[in-house]
């Protein structure tokens, strides 16, 4: 029996580098097969050192679909990485990991496999729950399970993902305010066709949340893992962690908002029209605890500081001092995430 893991990357070569350490260190012995997808629209140097990455290892096959959006994910870009990944894999086992996703310890990827080529368990994922609570209460009527699956941590037979993505393509397609991956609101009246439901309220919900909901109906035995590790990372119980999903400063919310200014020689995104006069983004449209934020930047500056390959030498400083502006702007500690950044380097 065959075992492939499929990473979708964002495009920052800094934490997929950083990912690659861990997985080199840890559990590269674990797994017959490595496709890293890229949906970015990442090109020129950054591209290439994507491609250089990947190259470093002879297990690893990198599938780059090019899309001309300027989000990090999005619905017909994450569809092609996944068709990419089924046309090239024969391995009879597949695992879908983020980027943004280390792990720490050996034999854990091998665990999850091994619940599945015992046949204990036909999936284990990470609970993802739909946040749309009027949503939940009709899906569960409908004998849909309430806590779907999110694809930062998924394991399962590779035929049963192709059969699985037959149906969430035209789920996630269809589903209203656009065909970007992430948090939407909803407003009041949306119909959400595939569940045969039109919202009384307006909610907020990201669309895997939703279209999860399809694969736990498709399976009855399921392993259903928290991968949560915010909480003990702020509290600094990082060696205890056998894997750490980071999450980030992503988004219209920090440092990619920073890199996809256009006065860089290499931004990592191509710049969209409303990012064009933009130095840096307002902390006022984050959540979260300012501690949360600190370790968030640690995780940042730990890619940085864990680089060391001879290429991208102007755009790691600019990557550097992007982390450095946001921590002015924000007020954070920067001796906190300093720390951050240490316990994290410690791991590898």
């Not at 989000?71 to 024969?90: D, F, R, S, V």
């Not at 590779?158 to 269809?174: D, H, Y």
């Not at 919900?205 to 909480?231: C, P, Q, T, W, Y």
């Not at 980030?248 to 908002?257: E, F, K, M, R, V």
């Given at each position: 029996?065959?075992?492939?893991?499929?990473?979708?990357?964002?495009?920052?070569?800094f934490?997929?580098?950083?990912?690659?350490?861990?997985?080199?260190?840890?559990?590269?012995?674990?797994?017959?097969r490595?496709?890293?997808?890229?949906?970015?629209?990442?090109?020129?140097?950054?591209?290439?050192?994507?491609?250089?990455?990947c190259?470093?290892?002879?297990?690893?096959?990198?599938?780059?679909?090019?899309?001309?959006?300027?989000?990090?994910?999005?619905?017909?870009?994450?569809?092609?990485?996944?068709?990419?990944?089924?046309?090239?894999?024969?391995?009879?086992?597949?695992?879908?990991?983020?980027?943004?996703?280390?792990?720490?310890?050996?034999?854990?990827?091998?665990?999850?496999?091994?619940?599945?080529?015992?046949?204990?368990?036909?999936?284990?994922?990470?609970?993802?729950?739909?946040?749309?609570?009027?949503?939940?209460?009709?899906?569960?009527?409908?004998?849909?399970?309430?806590?779907?699956?999110?694809?930062?941590?998924?394991?399962?037979?590779?035929?049963?993902?192709?059969?699985?993505?037959?149906?969430?393509?035209?789920?996630?397609?269809?589903?209203?305010?656009?065909?970007?991956?992430?948090?939407?609101?909803?407003?009041?009246?949306?119909?959400?066709?595939?569940?045969?439901?039109?919202?009384?309220?307006?909610?907020?919900?990201?669309?895997?949340?939703?279209?999860?909901?399809?694969?736990?109906?498709?399976?009855?035995?399921?392993?259903?893992?928290?991968?949560?590790?915010?909480?003990?990372?702020?509290?600094?119980?990082?060696?205890a962690?056998?894997?750490?999903?980071?999450?980030?400063?992503?988004?219209?919310?920090?440092?990619?908002?920073?890199?996809?200014?256009?006065?860089?020689?290499?931004?990592?995104?191509?710049?969209?029209?409303?990012?064009?006069?933009?130095?840096?983004?307002?902390?006022?449209?984050?959540?979260?605890?300012?501690?949360?934020?600190?370790?968030?930047?640690?995780?940042?500056?730990?890619?940085a500081?864990?680089?060391?390959?001879?290429?991208?030498?102007?755009?790691?400083?600019?990557?550097?001092e992007?982390?450095d502006?946001?921590?002015?702007?924000?007020?954070?500690?920067?001796?906190?995430?300093?720390?951050?950044?240490?316990?994290?380097?410690?791991?590898?």
């Amino acid at each position: 029996m065959s075992r492939a893991v499929v990473v979708s990357t964002s495009g920052d070569p800094f934490l997929l580098y950083f990912w690659y350490l861990s997985y080199k260190k840890f559990w590269r012995e674990e797994v017959d097969r490595v496709y890293i997808t890229g949906s970015t629209p990442a090109k020129g140097e950054i591209l290439d050192s994507l491609k250089f990455i990947c190259s470093l290892d002879s297990k690893i096959i990198f599938l780059h679909n090019q899309v001309k959006e300027t989000k990090i994910l999005t619905i017909p870009g994450l569809l092609a990485e996944l068709e990419n990944a089924y046309l090239q894999a024969p391995e009879d086992y597949m695992g879908l990991l983020e980027d943004d996703l280390c792990v720490f310890r050996s034999k854990v990827i091998d665990q999850q496999f091994r619940f599945l080529e015992s046949n204990q368990f036909e999936l284990v994922a990470c609970q993802r729950s739909v946040g749309v609570i009027e949503l939940q209460t009709h899906l569960a009527t409908k004998g849909y399970p309430i806590d779907g699956i999110w694809p930062s941590w998924v394991f399962c037979r590779t035929n049963l993902l192709r059969q699985i993505s037959i149906e969430w393509a035209p789920v996630l397609k269809s589903l209203p305010g656009g065909n970007v991956l992430g948090a939407t609101t909803y407003p009041k009246g949306t119909v959400f066709a595939p569940f045969d439901y039109t919202l009384k309220e307006t909610f907020g919900e990201e669309a895997f949340g939703i279209a999860g909901a399809l694969l736990g109906k498709r399976v009855s035995r399921v392993l259903k893992v928290d991968m949560n590790s915010h909480r003990m990372q702020r509290e600094h119980r990082i060696a205890a962690l056998d894997w750490i999903h980071f999450g980030g400063l992503a988004g219209d919310n920090g440092i990619y908002s920073v890199l996809r200014n256009p006065d860089l020689q290499s931004p990592l995104l191509e710049p969209a029209p409303r990012y064009q006069n933009v130095d840096y983004i307002s902390r006022a449209v984050c959540s979260g605890s300012t501690m949360e934020w600190e370790r968030r930047a640690g995780n940042f500056l730990a890619f940085a500081q864990a680089w060391n390959l001879p290429i991208l030498k102007s755009f790691h400083q600019k990557y550097i001092e992007s982390i450095d502006r946001l921590i002015d702007h924000w007020k954070l500690s920067r001796s906190s995430v300093e720390k951050f950044a240490n316990l994290f380097l410690g791991l590898l």
